[in-house]
DNA sequence: CTGTTAGCGCGTTCAT
DNA sequence: ATGAACGCGCTAACAG
């Protein structure tokens, strides 16, 4: 591979002026500068950014830790982060965490070494552990989607407490009474929010809660089909799905005993569920805005890492739409 | 943010012994090794691996290209390497090409570079361009996927041809004899091979081909629910989607003019229909090992990163398994 | 067992 | 308009 200097050497000049010519930085002479291009071209040059990097303390790469690359929901977050990170001259390393906090913090650990220019976090537990290492090293970070307790750090996610309330009230006006919440783990922020967003809906309403119809256990397909089978023994006549991939869970099931959407039982989820073959947009959903999410955060980030200055920490907090669809219906009599 | 010579300062010794210490190289006594491990925990030292990656000419980061991150098929080639790559301590760059070929140039001569230690590339167009680039520059690479004509590069694939050969077969036993294939772009090794296996199978059984039935456009939902729309008019029996999005665009049409499958229709696909609410997996489909796709390929990849010497370039064939499910029938008479 | 020297490839600083 | 010297942080090679 050739180097700065193979170019110099052909081009019969100073590397630095090589570096003038390729950087359009200083004043070259167009003779020169044509003899540095061709010897580039000739030699295939290729600049090194590990030496440009290890001088001007700037990798543009930046990392995002996610916990699953397969749920749409996250892909489309990451295109997000990925479209404005490019626009910018930034290229993103992107890592599953599995919801699993030692894959957090080993990924943590790699990226700093890598000088990575910034962070985009979605945690994977409450702990602020990975977030505090992250800082400790003056390196910018973003939190999405989830929100963490007792730290300072920038956080961009869609209004989860809001939308769980609207659905909420969707289904109270339709005349449900038993609603149940099956929803991911209780030390994910955006799980608990849905709970206290129903649950509040409820008491507005003058209702009782039963917490038999209240189940924390993952955000995934298997956990959907587990909580639902359980929850049916409370007699619910509508569902609150945590999110897309619980709800097929929920789907699941319920077509295995035969209870039909909406006339059995009302179900609405959070996000939107794949697409797929066989079904039209059927479900009531809470559409959290994933690529917007996406390109908030990771402009803030860029905003962060261009600006030396530190300005007081932001939350943003983005609209969710709700969407009506045919999954819901007023309760059989 | 601390560097080596700060813990060596604190520590009262040299860089070097700091830098063994850490990377476990050489002799280092039981004392001096405590003292640099608590000088390094004091400072949060975070060695940077750039300034090693300069020295050693290994950044342990692969780069993947690949059409687009929301195809399920693909996120699932994606965990295969990233899990054997985190294994054996690489990062994974994941980039979105959106099949346009000035995304994927732009792409490799940003990761060329950045140094990465290979290259991981599900080819855009035929062109052969983007790998020359990266093979003049010595950097290993493993083709997924897609085949390129008229190149020497490793490459991982399903058994496209043998796949396709086989569903064909399936219809065929069922007693179809109008088939339609609705598949990819022509300059897409797979679109062609699904297309060419099917014919095959045709005219070994000696039935007569009509072109009317054959449809090229793109691996996506729209493009699948035009060509349906399309190839109805020549009044197939049966037919062959190139990929699960093609075939999601095929259920969407089929139900808007309200023909059953597989009573009215059958339809068969390549790769498995994302996950979804409301329908059990339905489709007979050419499962390809997505997730061992990208496990070999990794591996092919970190063998040649490994090893210097060069062994003859691989084409590795995985099996594909053939489902079938219910969306296949007899035809009506 | 520990230290010195030197250099990876580039760009900033200061001369010419 | 061009170049020389130096240093970013780390480690291989060679002492001691």
Redesign the pocket.
Known sequence: ?A???DV?TKA??????V??V??N?????Q???QRVESAAKELD?V??S???S???NRTHILAMLLADISNPFWTTVARGVEDVANQQGFSVILCNTDEKEEKQEEYVSVLLRKRVDGFLLVPTTASTESIQVIQRQQVPIVVLDRSIPDVSVDTVRGDTYGSAYKLAQHLLALGHRRIAVLTGPRYISTSVERVEAVCQAMSDAELPIDPALILYGEYAVESGYAMTARVLQAQPTAIVAGNNFIAVGVGRLLREVLLRVPEDISVVCFDDVPISWASEPFLTVAVQPAYEIGRCATELLLKRINCAESTPYQEVKLPVEIIIRSSTAAPAV
């Open positions: 591979m180097t700065i200097q110099a019969g000049v100073a590397p630095i002026t570096s003038r390729l950087n930085s200083g004043y070259v002479s003779q020169t500068r040059y600049p090194n590990l030496a440009s290890l001088r001007s």
